[in-house]
Antibody, heavy 117, light 107 residues
């Protein structure tokens, strides 16, 4: 089965850093771009950023709300994508999903990040 | 950034009725539009991609149409499990923006 599993969420204090992982299985990981999407409690869906495949330079793009604080990377040998979140703010509290960029988009189940003092 | 506007915000219908949800883009997204269903505590579930293609395992009562800036999700005959939140998303331009959602509630 094609699957994405996020992990690494938890309770963090403002200003701290946290790294989320997205572990893929059931497909050829290096062939796909990957995105991160978040959903704050009771709110809608917000695209956070994405990373291209190595074939397209492995470059990244970010939403304005996280640019300069969040970094997306990938390890194709392990089929894992990462979301490094620095200088966390209370407004970063959300469920974070990773998605496989393709016509038939695949989503993980999400991991909750809570930023609170 | 492309803005997606969904209407109505809330739709109140009864099981067996037909539901029509709209998503309008601020500029053309060609056919790069997806529809999702989301229930409380769950990840979004892909229903429709590329405007009109049903995702794997999605019942035939769900259909999508449109291109350019105007899109529609139709549920031909509502089942009790269809009452949920629905989002559209465009993947024509980065950022891949989402609509604000339509809540489909039981009348």
């Amino acid at each position: 089965d094609v699957q994405l599993v996020e992990s690494g969420g938890g309770l963090m204090q403002p200003g701290r850093s946290l790294r989320l992982s997205c572990t893929a299985s059931g497909f050829t990981f290096y062939e796909y771009a990957l995105s991160w999407v978040r959903q704050a409690p009771g709110k809608g869906l917000e695209w956070v950023g994405f990373i291209r495949t190595k074939e397209y330079g492995g470059t990244t793009e970010y939403a304005a709300s996280v640019k300069g604080r969040f970094i997306i990377s990938r390890d194709d040998s392990k089929s894992i994508a990462y979301l490094q979140m620095n200088s966390l703010k209370t407004e970063d509290t959300a469920v974070y999903y990773c998605t496989r960029d393709s016509s038939e988009i695949i989503w993980g189940q999400g991991t909750l990040v809570t930023v609170s003092s | 950034e492309i803005v997606l506007t969904q209407s109505p915000a809330t739709l109140s219908l009864s099981p067996g009725e037909r539901a029509t949800l709209s998503c309008r883009a601020s500029q053309s997204v060609y056919s790069y539009l997806a529809w999702y269903q989301q229930k409380p505590g769950q990840a979004p579930r892909l229903l429709i991609y590329d405007a009109s293609k049903r995702a794997t395992g999605i019942p035939a009562r769900f259909s999508g149409s449109g291109s350019g800036t105007d899109f529609t999700l139709t549920i031909s005959s509502l089942e009790p499990e269809d009452f949920a939140l629905y989002y559209c998303q465009q993947r024509s331009n980065r950022p891949n923006t989402f609509g604000q959602g339509t809540k489909l509630e039981i009348k």
